[in-house]
Each structure stands twice: as C-alpha cells, then as structure tokens.
C-alpha cells in the first residue's frame, strides 16, 4: 500500500532546532516532487517546502533561509530540518506527494519556552 509516515516533531523552545522525516512506502520519492505543508490551529493549511524530483527547492516566505527540505533516495525518505524555530512555527506538520492525495497523518510541532 502507499503509505507516508511522518515522524521527529516534538517540544522546542525558540531559537531551537528540528529535523522532521517522511518516510514512504509504495512509491518511490525519487518519482515525485514532495513537498511538506503545515496547519495550525484556525489556520489554513500553508505550504513550507518543496522538493522536485530534479533537485530543486522552494520554500515560504516565512521559513525562508530557516528550513532545509532534502531527499534520500536511498531510504525513500524526505527530510525538513528546521532551524531558528518560532513559536509560529508551530503546527502540525504533513508531508505530501505533491500533485497528489497522499499524505502523511502528520507530526506535531510545539516550539514555546
């Protein structure tokens, strides 16, 4: 079955550190641009960063310079490290198959002190 499974999230205080993974089953990353995206709260689901299948990379305007989303082919796995966290940072974080309905269940991020 395809299956996206997100882990690494957790409590944070500001100006902390994260690295979240994306771990896939059924398909393989290489074949797909990935993108993770992030809700909070009453907030509309925002996008944080993708990856194309060629290498490079976007990012939101409010994690620019912050965050860093790369891939492993090898262990079909993306990765988001975040640096420099925010207490706006914090959300629920999902990884996705971008132009697709694939998606993680998604991992909780709390950055507060």
């Known amino acids: 079955q395809v299956q996206l499974v997100e882990s690494g999230g957790g409590l944070v205080q500001p100006g902390g550190s994260l690295t979240l993974s994306c771990e896939a089953s059924g398909i393989s990353v290489s074949r797909f641009h990935m993108g993770w995206y992030r809700q909070a709260p009453g907030k509309e689901r925002e996008r944080v960063a993708t990856?194309?299948?060629?290498?490079?990379?976007t990012y939101g305007d409010s994690v620019q310079g912050r965050f860093t989303i790369t891939r492993e082919n090898a262990e079909n796995s993306v990765y988001l490290q975040m640096n420099s966290l925010k207490p706006e940072d914090t959300a629920v974080y999902y990884c996705?198959?971008?132009?697709?309905?694939?998606w993680g269940q998604g991992t909780q991020v709390t950055v507060s002190s």
């Open positions: 990856i194309f299948s060629g290498g490079p990379t």
């Open positions: 996705n198959a971008v132009g697709t309905d694939i």
